[in-house]
């Protein structure tokens, strides 16, 4: 349903919305797929210099449809459109900011690891359950929260799968300003218009040298990706996936 991803060009600067409110913003296939093609589109596009990922009022995103997760732990098979979109946020080479407002759990947190500038408001709380639902970390997070938070910072959100307030992730360097709801996209546009009116070839090399090498998250993104689809397939995830589908119906 494409009408769940809302893309829009201001200029140089091009914006992917997540818009599926009534289920804050939980992430389906077609979803994964509209914003990988968004994201190509706008790499060979010399009139785009920068991409911005913004939700919608209280949700950026609340991870992966659980939907598609029970496909495959109950033996189906899923698609390749998550991978897809986690290999289009690794090798992207034009700059990435987001907006994050309330919840950001799941890809919903570990997106913005890809980010350069993400700004989210004082309501908003980074979680990743991955171990709870019996699984493992993805989208690179194994490799990036480390470099990012410390290993014991990283195992506190990844591990433990503590609850990252706004405040908490700024001073950890996951990331870059917390400001007020209805400054949010205003601050998001504003920074990635400061970020396309810069030299774009001095600007994709300086961040080329930041990031480092692309080829090892590459590498990491998939080593993760087959202990993932191995863990959705196994009692332990299948018996968490249950039990959390459960408590949300009957909570």
């Known amino acids: 349903m494409t009408d769940h991803i809302l893309v829009e060009r ?9 818009n599926r409110p009534d289920k804050k913003n939980a992430l389906t296939r077609a979803m994964y797929a509209k914003m990988s093609k968004t994201l190509a589109e706008g790499e060979a596009d010399p009139a785009i210099r920068v991409h911005v990922f913004l939700g ?51 890809i919903g947190t570990t997106l913005n690891l890809h980010c350069d500038l993400t700004f989210a408001t004082p309501r908003t709380m980074f979680r990743t359950p991955f171990v709870d639902l019996g699984l493992v970390p993805e989208a690179g997070s194994s490799l990036l929260a480390p470099q990012i938070l410390g290993r014991q910072g990283a195992f506190a959100l990844l591990g433990l799968g503590e609850g990252f307030s706004a405040e908490r992730a700024k001073a950890a360097g996951l990331i870059y300003a917390v400001v007020e709801e209805n400054e949010l996209e205003a601050s998001v546009l504003a920074a990635a218009g400061q970020i396309a009116a810069k030299p774009p070839q001095a600007l994709k090399i300086a961040r080329d040298l930041m990031r480092g090498s692309r080829e090892e998250l590459v590498a990491r993104i998939g080593q993760e990706s087959e202990y993932f689809r191995e863990r959705l397939k196994s009692d332990e995830a299948r018996a968490a996936l249950m039990a959390f589908m459960t408590r949300k119906k009957t909570g």
């Open 56 to 106: 919608v009022s209280g949700a950026f995103s609340s991870g992966n449809d659980l939907a598609d997760f029970m496909v495959v732990a109950t033996g189906g098979e899923g698609g390749t459109e998550v991978w897809d979109f986690l290999m289009a946020l690794a090798r992207t080479e034009k700059p990435m900011v987001s907006g994050v407002d309330g919840i950001a759990v799941g």
């Open 10 to 18: 201001q200029g140089a600067i091009q914006i992917i919305r997540m």
